[in-house]
């Protein structure tokens, strides 16, 4: 069976609108305290503008923006990986791998699905 490459925009924009949905349910609410002194607070600043940031990219000709936000929600986790490590791996590690791996796919695909 062929795989069906005309639904690869599609899972791109759903692959945009999910990451947008989870980086709300997981940060939104936290950002919105205004802690400066908190690096969790820069964390999730970054997830907030990264996650807008792909989305906007979808609609840019130059793939640019797309492939920047992706390497940036590709890193983000990866940072908070470290900071957790080993302690809180097993509980949390879902709630990093997800925008890990939508951040890889944009980074490496960019707008080209």
Request: glycine fraction near 6%; aromatic fraction near 20%; proline fraction near 4%.
């Amino acid at each position: 069976m062929k795989p069906f490459n005309s639904g690869a925009v599609l899972a791109a924009w759903l692959l945009r609108v999910l990451l947008i949905w989870f980086v709300y349910l997981n940060y939104f609410e936290a950002f919105t305290n205004f802690d400066f002194k908190d690096f969790d607070f820069y964390i999730q600043a970054a997830y907030l503008l990264f996650a807008v940031l792909l989305l906007a990219g979808g609609f840019m000709k130059t793939e640019s923006l797309t492939v920047l936000s992706g390497l940036g929600l590709f890193i983000l986790p990866i940072i908070q990986l470290i900071r957790v490590f080993p302690a809180d791996m097993a509980e949390a590690l879902l709630l990093y791998l997800i925008p890990l791996a939508i951040g890889f796919n944009f980074f490496t695909s960019g707008n080209n699905q």
